[in-house]
């Protein structure tokens, strides 16, 4: 039966009973993807067995859908392979602090009928989930030893039986991802703010064009031509008050810029247009 045909036979009730539970904020094709991955496993998603959960790349840019099950899934999975014959509980060690610095679980999955232990080691550091103040959240400050255990065990399963697990992780090893870094957050809130800078440049007035002037010096310079024209415009409507040559000035020094140079990197140059368009767009606020 074909995925799409898997799709109709839940019936629309049921699709937007999981998007609204078990796969918030998917779309069409990505609840296809889900669901092709609920039927490649076998676990079933109105048993809240498998979830896709949407996160924030800042590789890419935009929330990525990974799909996340808990460890029990991971071992029904393993154990529907008819293959998998336990495991060994945890090893741990333990740092100073009372706290555990890796976990190691090893798998043992039978190969042409014979026990093979395929072990993996999860680290605390890398695990650990914490809160935004640095406290460990309530799962990983009760059960320290038990939740690293869970990620160790997940990553030994996963080397055992890559063919079945491979694109999906456990709520224990995802629960790091959750957590967002001030790095990250300072790279959302500068994209936001780009972003309503430049929908703001478009909605207001602008100065005219020079396109042939800033043609003519990006070939000399190097610049690229779009990117020179929209800082010629800028700098050209902070020049007409003396309020904007100031603010002009006090740009480019910040820049280091001496004479008629520009940055020369794509970031800096990035950096020094968005300034220049939150300058322009204030004075035209206020006029």
Request: glycine content about 6%.
């Amino acid at each position: 039966m074909s995925n799409e045909l898997a799709l109709q036979d839940l019936g629309r009730e049921k699709l937007e009973l999981i998007k609204q539970t078990v796969a918030k904020g998917a779309t069409d094709l990505e609840l296809e993807l889900f669901m092709h991955a609920c039927k490649r496993t076998g676990l079933d998603p109105l048993m809240k067995q498998m979830h896709a959960v949407k996160r924030w790349s800042a590789a890419d840019k935009r929330e990525v859908m990974s799909f996340q099950t808990g460890i029990d899934g991971y071992r029904l999975i393993a154990d529907r392979t008819e293959k998998y014959a336990g495991s060994d509980e945890p090893v741990y060690e333990i740092g100073p602090d009372g706290l555990p610095i890796k976990a190691t679980a090893t798998v043992i999955k039978l190969v042409n009928g014979v026990p093979r232990n395929f072990s993996a080691s999860a680290y605390w550091k890398e695990y650990a989930q914490k809160t935004r103040e640095g406290q460990l959240t309530t799962m990983w400050a009760k059960m320290p030893l038990h939740m690293l255990g869970k990620c160790a065990e997940a990553l030994a399963l996963r080397k055992a039986f890559p063919a079945e697990l491979s694109g999906i992780y456990t709520h224990e090893e995802m629960m790091q991802a959750d957590e967002e870094t001030p790095a990250q957050r300072v790279l959302k809130n500068k994209m936001t703010a780009q972003a309503k800078i430049e929908e703001l440049r478009k909605e207001l007035p602008q100065a005219p064009a020079q396109p042939a002037q800033a043609e003519a010096k990006s070939a000399d310079s190097g610049y690229d031509a779009e990117w020179l024209s929209k800082v010629m415009d800028a700098e050209d409507f902070l020049r007409n008050s003396q309020v904007g040559k100031g603010k002009l000035a006090a740009i480019r020094a910040g820049f280091n810029l001496t004479g008629d140079a520009y940055p020369m990197f794509p970031d800096a140059q990035a950096e020094y247009l968005s300034i220049l368009n939150q300058n322009v767009n204030a004075m035209q606020k206020h006029a």
